[in-house]
C-alpha cells in the first residue's frame, strides 16, 4: 500500500510539473501590456479609452463615461503597482482605495451635479436601498481588490512610474 502511494504521489507531481511546463512563453505570466493568453489587463492608452475594462459594459453604455472610466484606470493603475506588497491583498486593495479617492469623489461629484439624481433605490445586485454614491464606493472597492489580486495571480508589470505615481494612459 505505502509502495502505491509513493507512486500516485509521485505521477500527481510530475502532472503538476507538466502543466506548468509553458514551451510558448504565454499563459499567467503575461506582461500588463501583453495581448497573449494571460490574465493581466493592458493599461488603458488615448485609443482606449473609448471601453472601460474587461466584464464592463462598453464606456458608450456608462453614464457618467469620465467618471467610472477613470475610477476603474486608477484602481487598475494603483492596483497593479502596489500588489507586489507583501501584505494581505485586502489592505493593498484599501491602500489602492485611497490612492484613488479623488477619482472617486469627482465621479460622485458628477452624480451629485444638477440633474445627476443621487437618490435612493433598490440595489441592483442586492435588492436593498442604497444610492448611487454608495454603489460607487462598493464598485471601487471590488475593483481595487480584483485588480490586487489578478496583478498577483498574473504576475503582471506594473505601469510605467512618474515621480512615484503611475504614469496616466498616453
Known amino acids: 500500500m505505502t509502495a502505491s502511494r509513493l507512486i500516485a504521489v509521485t505521477a500527481l507531481a510530475a502532472l503538476g510539473l507538466a502543466a506548468c511546463n509553458n514551451p510558448n512563453g504565454r499563459g499567467g505570466m503575461a506582461s500588463a501590456g501583453s495581448s497573449g493568453g494571460g490574465i493581466c489587463t493592458p493599461f488603458a492608452t488615448a485609443a ?8 464592463l459594459p462598453s464606456a458608450a453604455m456608462v453614464a457618467p463615461v469620465e467618471g467610472s472610466a477613470a475610477v476603474d484606470d486608477c484602481l487598475h493603475r494603483w492596483g497593479y503597482a502596489l500588489a507586489s506588497s507583501a501584505d494581505p491583498a485586502e489592505q493593498v486593495a484599501q491602500a489602492t482605495l485611497a490612492a484613488c479617492v479623488s477619482s472617486l469623489s469627482r465621479w460622485n461629484q458628477q452624480e451629485m451635479a444638477p440633474g445627476g439624481g443621487a437618490q435612493e433605490a433598490p440595489s441592483v445586485l442586492t435588492g436593498e436601498q442604497t444610492t448611487p454614491i454608495a454603489e460607487h464606493y462598493t464598485f471601487a472597492q471590488g475593483r481595487a481588490l480584483f485588480y490586487v489580486v489578478q496583478a498577483r495571480a498574473g504576475k503582471c508589470a506594473p505601469p510605467p512610474m512618474t515621480n512615484g505615481t ?5
Open 48 to 55: 482606449t479609452t473609448a471601453t472601460s475594462a474587461p466584464g
Open 166 to 170: 503611475p504614469a496616466a494612459g498616453r
